[in-house]
């Protein structure tokens, strides 16, 4: 008998999709304070690619973590969730309460709700979820990418930035 990870799970509704319909499918699990997490979205972001991002907050090694994704969840409650996505990983040096604010501000969105909703049970909920159904795919480090539903865990290699196209 072998022992094996669960399947990732499927895209759902209330996950964070970005990219053209018909584009290739690349799920991340990632955490707003690692940095090779921050250098994947960037190459990522310039490729023709259709992406979902799942939270992976690794506590452990990146303590302001959970705090964020729980932010980029409480900004997509107000539809800014890629906008906040983007900033937390532009500037992964500014990530305590006061920065966060500030990121609401500055996309517009109400920042008591934002606060309000960011600390929420809902969201808590929602970041956990995510790092379960990662744990049950075999998720174990940051990033980790699912392409054709094969785990790629780490840094990307030339040869998956090749299959790609990157």
Known sequence: MSLESAPLP???????????????LVVVYGDYECPFCAALEGRLRRLELRVAFRHFPVRSSHPRAHAAACAAEAAALQDSFWPFHDALF??????????????????????ERFDADRRSDAVA?????????????????TPTLFVDGRRHAGRPDAALWRELGG
């Open 125 to 141: 909920t929602r970041v956990r979820d995510d790092f379960r159904g990662g744990i049950r795919a075999g998720v174990a480090t």
């Open 10 to 24: 499927p895209l759902a509704p209330a996950d964070h999709v970005r990219g053209p319909e018909a584009a290739r």
């Open 90 to 111: 532009d500037d992964q040096g500014r990530l305590e309460d006061p920065h966060l604010w500030d990121r609401a501000r500055a996309l517009g969105l109400d920042v």
